[in-house]
């Protein structure tokens, strides 16, 4: 069965640092990784997928990364600001969908 | 153009009651799941159906649950005889096709049972 860990749980940082989100899973045979964010009261936000094939994907000031062998994955936000405060999720589908619990960054002004 | 849309936002209802939530998926898309997430607990996959092959109901928490979807397209979640456990906001997703497409979620519909 499929298990996917996020770390941290939550993170707090000053605007304008990078940082960096971390995801784990135990079962290297996935189809893709997504990452989302869930803003409060709202639905998910998807931000990025990663094929199984593929070694990352870049939006903006996001990059997510894969490594498949070691089960692995990692969301880098690049100069951060207040309105990317959220909770950010980590989805891999190999039989189904499975979900992490989440981190929550909140970035200061 | 449209994105994911579920009805109603919200609902409460008492216990033992029968729910019906509804999700209608972005046109063209094959693939519909849902997901649950409780209060303080991560994502819950429950099921999802892929065109018109039968729907993968591994991750339905009881017999009480039951899902489907007419004519491809719009999707009910049943909950029979609700319990207060089953209070949680239900997500609906949908992609191009099952595996390696891009999911895309409604907003959800927060359900409390009293």
């Known amino acids: 069965k499929q298990e996917v860990t996020q770390i941290p749980a939550a993170l707090s940082v000053p605007e304008g640092e990078n940082l960096v989100l971390n995801c784990s899973f135990t079962d290297s045979a996935i189809y893709n990784l997504q990452w989302f964010r869930q803003d409060p009261g709202k639905g998910l936000t998807s931000l990025l997928l990663i094929q199984s094939s593929q070694r990352e994907q870049t939006s903006g000031r996001l990059n997510a990364s894969l490594d498949k062998s070691s089960g692995r994955s990692t969301l880098y936000i690049a100069a951060s600001q207040p309105g990317d405060s959220a909770t950010y999720l980590c989805a891999v589908t190999s039989n189904d969908m499975r979900f992490g619990a989440g981190t929550r960054l909140t970035v200061k002004p | 153009g449209a994105g994911v849309s579920q009805s109603p936002s919200n609902k409460v209802t008492e216990k033992g009651k029968d729910v019906e939530l509804r999700c209608d998926p972005i046109?063209?898309?094959?693939?519909l799941y849902w997901y649950r997430q409780s209060l303080g607990q991560g994502l819950e996959f429950l099921i999802y159906f892929q065109g018109n092959s039968a729907p993968d109901k591994s991750g339905l928490p009881s017999d009480r649950f039951s899902a489907e979807r007419t004519g491809g397209s719009v999707s009910t979640l049943t909950i029979q005889r609700t319990q207060q456990e089953d209070s949680a906001v239900y997500l609906c997703?949908?992609?191009?096709?099952?595996?390696?497409?891009?999911?895309?979620f409604g907003p959800g519909t927060r359900l409390t049972v009293t």
């Open positions: 997703a949908s992609s191009l096709r099952q595996d390696s497409y891009e999911q895309y």
């Open positions: 046109s063209g898309h094959t693939a």
